[in-house]
């Protein structure tokens, strides 16, 4: 469970990093961007809100001097103007100073009203210079103290015919773009904290949905490990690696099962085929040495317990065979050989079992027939199924061994006539250790190896083998290449 949590935390930490990080960029780029708007869009409301109170108060300087002693329109026109002034600081939402051309600070006006000092005060001095100089001051600032908080100040002549005849200076609280600023932030905030949280969730579901598997599978592996070969993963919908892993899994799974059986099915079977001779050499020799088996037989079954051990000497000879062939050690050493004159030598082996049960032996083959393959393994091949033949011939029966080329191919037929396979038996005979009801019935000594080794071996070949059983009689069939 350690290593899923760091797998998770590790998978949270990257994907909050990448989020976050995407998040401060976007933010930067978007409040960089809205900020240079915001300035661009102050300073254009601050140069029109001046060039027009400029206007207005270079006509009001021109005018007004001329209209001194008609009070009463002088009064009207000062009104005027002021409420012009006030107008346009109203539609700013800023402060407009009206000066002199000494710098001198006439009123100032927001858009409340318009107001004058109550001492002399004056523009600060850079401010006038860089009207003078530049035509133009702009500044972020408190306006050399005329203001209380920071600002943002844009100043201009007001002039008339190429005169100077005042100034005029229009501000605008610096803190409504600082709070447009907080504003940003706090909603960057709160969703880069939202998000986080979704990344959470995202990646616990992610994370968990990906590890399931493999968690499945680290399960059914201790299961494996305490011995239950039953265990296996529950395939996931998706077709992904972790897909492919588990199905690779399982397949591994169902074959230490299948290895698992087979092992222990291998030692019943070895076992039970060792227990029986054991039994019954024990028996007689016991028999013999305390005396309950009389001297004139002894012999007798002297020679049961010899018959005994040669069929565990077999035993243990056609085991020794299927473990090399399924190490694959037993390399095939291929050379040329007249298959005809081997057929011929083995059947003149069993010749004593042949006229003890008085079997009518026909060998329909060649004189000869060559096949390049492995000499020893090919003996075992037909000596195996002639045994067979001969140990499930019935009495005074009949077997045929036909052998013939065919398409490149060395055909080799033995027929016998007897009991037969039975139809639910003759898919298994070529399996381990498999030994058919009727033989068990039949008093014949049997490991069930023998046609496994055999059609191993066919099999290596490159060949090919079948049998079919019916009618009281029972044929084996193999067909191997003749050449490599
Ligand atoms: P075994 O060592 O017992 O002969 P095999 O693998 O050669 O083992 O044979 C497996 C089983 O196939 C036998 O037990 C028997 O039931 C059946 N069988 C093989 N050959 C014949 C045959 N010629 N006639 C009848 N049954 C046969």
Redesign the pocket.
């Known amino acids: 469970m350690k290593g899923v949590k760091s797998i998770f935390l590790k998978n949270f930490i990257i994907y909050s990093l990448v989020v976050m990080l995407s998040f401060t960029a976007l933010g930067g780029a978007f409040i960089y961007q809205i900020s240079r708007y915001a300035a661009r869009e102050r300073e254009s409301a601050l140069a029109a809100a001046v060039s027009r109170a400029s206007a207005y108060t270079a006509e009001y300087m021109q005018i007004a001097p001329n209209m001194i002693g008609s009070s009463f329109s002088l009064q009207a026109y000062e009104k005027f103007y002021r409420n012009s002034v006030m107008g346009l600081a109203d539609n700013l939402d800023g402060i407009l100073f009206i000066c002199d051309e000494e710098g001198e600070v006439l009123f100032f006006a927001t858009g409340e009203g318009c107001y004058v000092h109550e001492e002399r005060v004056y523009a600060p001095q850079a401010a006038q210079e860089a009207v003078e100089q530049k035509g133009r001051f702009y500044e972020m600032g408190n306006f050399s103290g005329l203001l209380t908080s920071p600002h943002y100040t844009l100043g201009a002549p007001a002039q008339s015919g190429g005169q100077t005849l005042g100034m005029v200076f229009a501000s605008l609280p610096a803190d409504s773009s600082l709070k447009l600023f907080a504003n940003i932030s706090s909603t960057f905030i709160l969703m880069i904290f939202v998000v986080f949280l979704v990344v959470l969730a995202v990646t616990y579901a992610m994370v968990n949905n990906t590890l399931r598997p493999l968690r499945n599978i680290a399960a059914a592996t201790r299961n494996f490990g305490r011995g239950d070969f039953s265990a296996r993963v529950a395939v996931p919908k998706q077709r992904d690696e972790l897909y492919a892993l588990t199905v690779s899994f399982n397949h591994m799974a169902d074959a230490i099962e299948n290895m698992e059986t087979q092992r222990r099915d291998l030692i019943a079977n070895v076992s039970h085929d060792l227990r029986t001779p054991m039994t019954t050499i024990g028996g007689f020799i016991d028999g013999i040495l305390d005396g309950a088996i009389p001297q004139e037989k002894q012999e007798y079954y002297l020679r049961i317990v010899s018959e005994e051990i040669r069929r565990l000497s077999r035993l243990a000879n056609?085991m020794v065979e299927v473990s090399r062939l399924e190490s694959g050690q037993r390399a095939l050493n291929r050379t040329s050989f007249d298959i005809s004159e081997m057929a011929r030598r083995i059947v003149l082996g069993f010749e004593r079992q042949l006229t003890e049960k008085e079997i009518d032996l026909n060998l329909d083959i060649p004189e000869k027939l060559e096949l390049c393959a492995d000499h020893d393994a090919i003996f075992q091949v037909v000596y195996?199924?002639i045994?067979?033949?001969v140990?499930?011939?019935q009495q005074q029966g009949k077997i045929i061994v036909y052998l013939s080329a065919k398409g490149g191919k060395v055909q080799c037929n033995?027929v016998?006539t007897?009991?037969?396979?039975a139809p639910e038996?003759i898919d298994h005979?070529?399996e381990r250790f498999?030994?058919?009801?009727?033989?068990?019935s039949a008093k014949?000594?049997?490991?069930?190896?023998?046609?496994?080794?055999?059609k191993t071996l066919v099999n290596r070949h490159g060949g090919d083998i079948y049998?079919k059983?019916g009618n009281g009689q029972?044929e084996?069939c193999f067909m191997i290449p003749q050449k490599i």
């Open positions: 056609s195996n199924l045994d067979n033949a140990k499930f011939t033995i016998n007897g009991p037969g396979i038996d005979i070529f498999y030994k058919g009801d009727r033989s068990r014949v000594t049997s490991s069930g190896l023998g046609l496994y080794i055999v049998a059983s029972t084996f």
